[in-house]
């Protein structure tokens, strides 16, 4: 009597499916959060720019370029509202807005305040 052997190495046939869609769920996910938080720091990085070269422009000048940004970035309504205070030693430039995580179940909704002190 011939037996057959059949190799077994003890994986189951939906551990590779299932770790990508554990995968791909992260990415989704990942983008949605990602996306947020990108524009957030690039709008933080041109306040940065404008307070380095601060000493030539008007505040009002600052203030009508971030608004730009702000718009160029799609971010919301919130994030025009800029602030600029400026003394004779230091630059202070702010923002208050809330943005919203889109989840596929649900929505979260985060506050953010990029902000850029700069001493002469």
Known sequence: MVTVRRSRRGASRFGCLIQ??????????GVNVGDVYLRFYRFQDAMKQEARFADNTSDAQITAHLRAVADSLRLP?????????????????????????NLSVTKRVVKLHPNVLRTF
């Open 77 to 101: 309504e919130e994030a025009q509202g800029v602030s600029v205070q400026r003394t004779s030693k230091e630059l202070y430039i702010s923002a208050d807005y809330t943005d919203t995580i």
């Open 20 to 29: 990508l869609l554990l995968l791909a769920v992260l990415l989704y996910l």
